[in-house]
């Protein structure tokens, strides 16, 4: 059986409903305002913290633990015969007469059934305060009152995550959980806390500048703030000794382990619901005394709480409006209408922090993800992230080097060196200048990390002049300790090594920005980089071509990477894709170079990175030999780069053969066996195994890859093609020839644009005419303007797009 084992998508797309509890992994979903997050799977488990998992966790998830994801948030009934369980399967495990958990657009739903009561628990943060809601509703469908206890619970871990995991129980003695009855809130801080990620060396003279707090609609009958006390002895949250025996201890605490436990009695009339609502918030430590109660209270009242969900819904409905497609793919709808578009505001809030196969303790925020993934929330929220992008630029060094990530709340970070990273900051920029026209953003002046200030565009040439300086005698950028590929790590470290790669995106930067600084008059600077553009390029192909593929790089020993004469590593997607998006390859190149990566890289599920894998370590590859075959950087099926390859391929005018690679690694098409697959369904993960492993179509690290933004991207700018430029939306569709034709809404610069495709001449690429259909004022045929549309502003604008080839061409 199918995927329909264990779920399916709603009617609109826009839930993915999970139809037995006993998925082949958890499956996630976020609840997020941006500030305060929680990770929920489909069993209750998960984890909160606010901004940075690192430095501001709130509770606890422990990682490579048995039984499987724990803790969570738990709500557990426990009746009068002493029978108990949890609202959401886990973590008691009672096998539930009904099951089904919703996990939508920042919400997630439970909802089951057992001992004759139906419960539904929807989990989901407001817009506008830092507060987790748990929302219950409880119904009696059997024929006697019942007489109930409930309990909610959670585990906390209240500060520094990393120290709070090495350092137990040490880092326990600074936890302070207390009752205040006057309002009925449990509060809970750390009277110490690490905010630097050299964890225990200096001891700051500092407490956690927070107070968490837990509260019911309900009048508490008990609570315990211990979790020893609540758990007991040698049991876990499956059997928790409060639960079984029906009473909370009032336990407090000044140090040890801390928990949020909380019970209430209900009694349930036949066929009566009662409903009630959960709040874990997060305050200011200075004043949180002041400052709980009133959130609580407002959450308390049940008209607010869905007052605030209906907020979470309107704020979905407008951030997904700015793109709508209707497609002979269904799914393909489904990713670019919803889930690609949810994915990627997630990686851009998450980076690759804070999942369930990240634990929130290392990375922070990657610049070179962070400029990538902004592409996403970009279409809805430019504002969002201008302002995003002149923090990530706060992190660039005057010398126009930068730190390689940070953490959002102590802007700590590491200078790796690695040498992509500087130059995805002029791609976010010109990203950000291409979907608004807002090119007095290029005046705003941003700190540098280490001395002085600058313009955006002064950024933005430094990032560029930073490689173009440190060019190795062969004009190209070393390799140093990795470029988008981390795991090619022991390639360039001496400085010699030079990276393929990172010369196709500079040139590609090159290219972009000239045509940037022309626009804006600073034509010397333009020349500048189109004449290094000309240099780097002449040296790729000179000295990079293998032949049928340009090699991946050299290496500091003199070797190569990605060439014919290499037996394993013989060629790189990267290398090839970007031959064609940066332009340096002449076309006939351009072409063997894509088929020669179709031919040697393409699986039934995807394309795979490289091949052939790794089979021995390589110490002057590094990382990437060190994975085993077929999984990670050594020959999965990386989306990353598969969607690249798209983009490559639009670019070529190969509608079908983009579309085969964007088809293929659809999360729904590559979990077709999910029980091999694993991971969720609804969003891409950041590998499945390819063929060169035992466990081909396993997936591995969903939620927190750059594939989300990428594909969305690639199919509404690329496939179906329309796409922002300074002057404005251009129509361009590389579609597989088969199709008849497709719809898409946009919104751009205030304007709605509601375009409809026609493919009578059923072709992959080439507009033949374009029309504006509904505009009084333009009723003319604007294909002598090319695909660029008008820039209307404002109003609703229909278009109509014949695609084939233009009347002089035929
Ligand atoms: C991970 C990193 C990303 C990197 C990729 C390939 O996804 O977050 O920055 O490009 O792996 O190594």
Redesign the pocket.
Known sequence: MGLEKYGHFSEDGREFIITRPDTPAPWVNYISNTRYTGLVTNSGGGYSFYICPKDSRITRHRYNGLPWDRPGRYVYLRNEDGDYWSLTWQPVGKKPDFYECRHGMGYTQIEQEYGGIRSKVLYFVPQDDDVEVWRISLTNMSHKTHKTHVFAYAELCLGHALVDLINQPNDQHFNVVKFDREHELLYATKNYWVTYSGATVKQPNQAWNKYVFFASSLPVAAFDGKKDAFIGPWRSESNPIAVEKGKCGNTEITAGDACAALQSEITLAPGETRELVILMGIVDREGYSDLAPPIAEKYRDLANVDAAFEGVKKYWDAYLSVAQVETPDPRMDLMLNAWAKRQAWVTFHMH?TAGYYHGGLL?GT?I??QCQDLQGPLMAEPEVVADRICEVLSHQFADGSTLHNFFRLTGHGEKTGHSDTPLWLPLAIMAYLKETGDFEFLKRVVPFQDEGEASVLDHLTRAIDYPLSNLTPRHLPKFGPGD????LDYVGRQGIGESVWVAEFLCYIFRESADLLDRIGQKDKAAHYRSEYAQVAAALNALCWDGEWYIRGTRDDGGVIGSHTNEEGRIFMNSESWAAISGIAPEDRARMAMDSAYSMLNTPRGPKVLHPAYTKVDMGVGLATRCVPGKK?NGAI?N?PAAWAVLAECLLGNGDRAYEYFKKTMPINQAYDPDLYRMEPYVYS?YVTSPDHPTFGEASHSWL??SAVWFLRDGLDYILGVRPTYDGLIVDPCVPAEWDGFKITRKFRGATYEIQVLNPDHVQHGVASVQIVSDQSDKSDVSDRGCLLPLYKSGVHKIRVIMGKKEEEV
């Open positions: 690759r990375f990657g070179r993800d988008w590929n981390d795991t950087e990386f990353h950041e890859t750059g």
